[in-house]
């Protein structure tokens, strides 16, 4: 069991130190080249204008278990990055991020979706066609380019009901914690 929530701009640091944790493979499906500070030069960026950027994080107990990072490309324009532990992949968690941020985005007034996508990435491809991402080639990256529709009532309601499976899940893991530090 895992929840998801936005992290508080004050917290934006973690992310640069949640990169900095993932193995070298990781870090390099994510950037295509993981040469030296490349994680510091984008934390420098987001540090600069935090308000164009927001982080979407799947966690439990033991940690992160993704994030999906949104940065505001203008007032129209979003650019998605996603990465789950290495750990964790294959149990949902890429597609529920991108789906909450899908819809995050949508009631948000976005309309155009950005994704870069490396050519040897099967998992992110794979995401990307089951979201109607379609990659366009770019000579061993591909990038997605997406129109989102305005938001409905629909996609309101899904990110309410998101928001209080959370708050339920959350709960949970509170009640669930002593007995787990108790049985050993």
């Known amino acids: ?3 998801t929530q936005f992290l508080d701009p004050d917290k934006y640091y973690r ?3 949640w990169l900095n944790e993932q193995d070298a493979d990781t870090r390099q499906m994510y950037f295509g ?3 030296p500070g490349i994680i510091e030069s984008l934390v420098l960026r987001i ?3 935090p308000d164009r ?3 979407l994080v799947a966690g439990n107990c033991e940690g992160w278990l993704g994030t999906l990072h949104i940065a505001e490309i203008n ?3 979003v650019e998605f990055g ?3 532990h290495r750990d964790y992949r294959g149990l949902g968690i890429g597609d529920d991020l991108l789906t909450q941020g899908i819809v995050w985005s949508r009631n948000r007034g976005y309309s155009e979706l950005f994704m870069h996508c490396l050519t040897h990435n099967a998992a992110i491809r794979h995401l990307c066609d089951k979201h109607g991402l379609e990659p366009r080639d770019l000579g061993g990256d591909s990038e997605t380019k997406v129109a989102l529709a305005p938001a409905t009532w629909i996609t309101l309601n899904q990110e309410l009901v998101t928001r209080q499976r959370n708050f339920f899940y959350m709960a949970l893991q509170q009640t669930w914690r002593p007995f787990q530090e108790s049985l050993g």
């Open 15 to 17: 992310y640069g130190e």
């Open 75 to 77: 007032k129209t324009q």
């Open 1 to 3: 069991m895992y929840t």
């Open 53 to 55: 950027h927001a982080f």
């Open 47 to 49: 540090e600069t204008e």
């Open 82 to 84: 996603l990465i789950v």
């Open 33 to 35: 080249s993981a040469g």
